[in-house]
């Protein structure tokens, strides 16, 4: 079963930074699409960011473009979400997820219904 470890959540200040670390646990991450969720309280589960394995695509979504990053190092099979010019809105809890990669998975479908296996998460704060 496809397990994953979750942590370097915080509370952090607007305009800072932090990195949110997946490392997958007893399988590895070379089969797997990756994806970022967030869910803020009373809100849905959305897409932040997900990485397709076929092609390395990589999707983010339009509120964190240009202040996030995906990153996968297979060496160690973990997945990075470096968090940059945090603001207020970013406060959730963030959870890393996988599905199996397939010739028809897009990084684009970034859809949390779309992954079937999903890490405990770690929450985000950002407040002054």
């Known amino acids: 079963q496809v397990q994953f470890v979750e942590s370097g959540g915080g509370l952090v200040q607007p305009g800072g930074s932090l990195r949110l670390s997946c490392a997958a646990s007893?399988?590895?991450?070379?089969?797997?699409?990756i994806g970022w969720f967030r869910q803020a309280a009373g809100k849905a589960r959305e897409g932040v960011s997900c990485?397709?394995?076929?092609?390395?695509?990589?999707y983010y979504a339009d509120s964190v473009k240009g202040r996030f990053t995906i990153s996968v190092d297979n060496a160690d099979d973990t997945v990075y979400l470096q968090m940059n010019s945090l603001k207020s809105e970013d406060k959730a809890m963030y959870y890393c997820?996988?599905?199996?990669?397939?010739?028809?998975?897009?990084?684009?479908?970034?859809?949390?219904?779309?992954?079937?296996?999903w890490g405990q998460g770690t929450q985000v704060t950002v407040a002054s």
């Open positions: 997820a996988a599905r199996v990669a397939t010739t028809f998975s897009t990084a684009a479908n970034c859809h949390p219904g779309a992954f079937a296996s």
């Open positions: 007893k399988f590895t991450l070379d089969y797997y699409d």
């Open positions: 990485i397709s394995k076929g092609d390395g695509a990589v």
